[in-house]
């Protein structure tokens, strides 16, 4: 009897992942090459994941392009800015989905600097509220030998201390989960459960994690689960391809269509911002990322 399921690999070829190359294929390129903003064409329809993208990855646009191209597909945020970038984003009308603050070695898992990275934290929470914007990032830091206990504590203490802050303003400071494996060694927050213990003890709404898909991946993947166990804790997701953190397409192992869904079950009502590196034409890629995104 023939097996009537398509495989994973059919599938791909025959649905959305193809459309989404074919879709990216025509768009916005001139003869020359240049970016032909007419042509770039609108691309979220479904709209359930509020999607958004990380300027540092698209070093070949300048912000004013990649603003423009984001609009016109869908996009609704700038992902990892400062202040000095919002008039731009504001031009555009599109938000900044993350406020950059403090460097991830030296976080707040050690007191010596909680004032430095607290001051930084809290200028990027004034500068949010100013704006109209959601979310600012922090990060343990690296272990140097501290226990997961000692640097739960301690990154606790902090943010203890910005989160009233944070909840006058209405801004919520995402705790960023990276993995210690291939990128960051050393890195303290590498596995759920440990930013999880953070956001219970610190007891505030305006304190969660930012969930990035490709590190979660590396170091424990089960990408799914985790995401519905945990949706309470979740404030922020990055995408990203693995291995290589590249374009998030048949090349590697994750299914982002499977997992937006996941997302949107949920409930979720946040951002998911792009954060991979293209090894192709960019806006292709983006392009296509947009697409199988849009469940």
């Known amino acids: ?17 193809a459309a989404a190359g074919t879709v990216a294929a025509a768009l916005g390129r001139s003869a020359t090459g240049a970016i032909d ?25 300048s912000l004013d392009e990649l603003c423009a191209i984001s609009n016109k597909m869908g996009i609704k945020a700038i992902d ?7 008039p731009t984003v504001k031009k555009h009308g599109l938000l900044c989905s993350m406020i950059s603050t403090h460097g991830l070695g030296n976080g707040i898992n050690r007191k010596e600097n909680h004032e ?9 929470i ?3 509220a100013e704006y109209g914007f959601p979310n600012v990032i922090t990060f343990p830091g690296n272990r140097r030998g501290m226990s997961d206990e000692e640097g739960i504590e301690n990154s606790v203490i902090a943010l203890k201390q910005v989160a009233g802050h944070a909840e006058k303003k209405k801004v919520t400071i995402c705790i960023e989960y990276l993995n210690s494996k ?12 440990w930013g999880v213990e953070v956001c219970k003890k610190v007891g505030s709404e305006r304190v969660k994690i930012l969930y990035d898909i490709y590190h979660a991946q590396i170091m424990e993947g089960d990408i799914i689960r985790t995401i519905r166990d945990n949706k309470d804790y979740i404030g922020h997701y990055h995408t990203g391809g693995n291995p290589g953190r590249n374009e998030i397409d048949d090349t590697q192992e994750l299914y982002y269509p499977a997992i937006m869904r996941a997302i949107a079950d949920t409930g979720f009502k946040g951002y998911v911002a792009h954060e991979f590196v293209p090894k192709r034409d960019p806006l292709e890629s983006l392009a296509y990322a947009v697409r199988i995104c849009d469940v």
């Open 1 to 17: 009897m023939k097996e009537n399921r398509l495989s994973r690999r059919t599938f791909l070829g025959k649905t959305s992942l």
């Open 37 to 61: 903003m007419s042509k770039v064409e609108r691309l979220v329809k479904k709209g359930r994941i509020n999607q958004s993208v990380s300027k540092w990855c698209y070093g070949k646009f």
């Open 80 to 86: 990892l800015l400062g202040p000095g970038d919002f």
């Open 116 to 124: 430095q990275c607290l001051a930084k934290i809290r200028d990027s």
């Open 126 to 128: 004034d500068a949010a």
């Open 182 to 193: 291939v990128n960051h060694k050393d890195y303290m927050f590498d596995k759920t459960a």
